[in-house]
């Protein structure tokens, strides 16, 4: 299993560009979940979803976007970039019903090895 | 409001010594426990978890974490230190409420294994 994919390692941006952060999973994971970690202040989630279709809002989801069509796949998207959204974003995701030795409150979370974006 | 605490920005020790990385919790219920590590440029790895039962979990990399309901805490223990443990450790909790999908983190604690 590759586990979760995200792309691109690194990315600069424009003031007002728009970009899409890729991730993908391989473990048929329910859910996923979006974080962004600036230093010093830990992981903040941005945005997170339960299944195909579902997404809800995190801590801090102004000025993003997610979308969740199908199990694999939730792409993160930046509208009008701005310099406050400089950081390091990871894609996570967690517990495969049905599996019977983890639920879905116990199961870890599994983590790409991110993207580091900055905007200029 | 629920909050994970990680009261040590740092810990330094010495290669072979013991360790304790501390995180204490304030969240309702009994919630489940978790240590994450991360190494430089990488994504945050799964060491341990807390669910039920002794309240001493063994994990990878001879990481182990004792659980104290009483003091609501969850400190990370390794009996002894080795260079390549130097790494960012995060404390998250998933509280068990009934509609909640969150995980609650801790600010990290930089561990620093001195040869």
């Known amino acids: 299993n590759a586990g979760v994919t995200q792309t691109p390692k690194f990315r600069i941006l424009k003031i007002g560009q728009s970009m899409t952060l890729q991730c993908t999973q391989d473990?048929?994971?329910?859910?996923m979940y979006w974080y962004r970690q600036d230093p010093g202040m830990g992981l903040k989630l941005i945005y997170y979803s339960v299944g195909a279709g579902i997404t809800d809002k995190g801590e801090v989801p102004n000025g993003y976007n997610v979308s969740r069509s199908t199990t694999e796949d939730f792409p993160l998207r930046l509208e009008l970039a701005a310099p406050s959204q400089t950081s390091v974003y990871f894609c996570a995701s967690s517990y495969q019903a049905g599996t019977g030795t983890e639920n879905s409150y116990n199961s870890p979370l599994h983590f790409g090895n991110g993207t580091r974006l900055t905007v200029t | 409001a629920q909050s994970v605490a990680q009261p040590e920005d740092q810990v330094n020790v010495a290669e072979g010594n013991p360790l304790t990385v501390k995180c204490t919790y304030s969240v309702s219920g009994n919630p489940y426990l978790f240590w994450y590590v991360q190494y430089p440029n990488r994504g945050l790895q799964f060491l341990l978890k807390?669910?039920?039962?002794?309240?001493l979990v063994k994990g990878s990399y001879g990481f182990e974490a004792e659980f104290n309901k009483s003091q609501t805490s969850f400190h990370l223990k390794k009996p002894s230190a080795l260079v390549s443990d130097s790494a960012l450790y995060f404390c998250?909790?998933?509280?068990?409420?009934?509609?909640?999908?969150?995980?609650?983190f801790g600010t990290g604690t930089r561990l620093k294994v001195l040869a």
């Open positions: 473990m048929n994971h329910n859910y």
């Open positions: 807390y669910i039920t039962g002794d309240n």
């Open positions: 998250a909790v998933r509280p068990t409420t009934s509609g909640t999908y969150k995980y609650i």
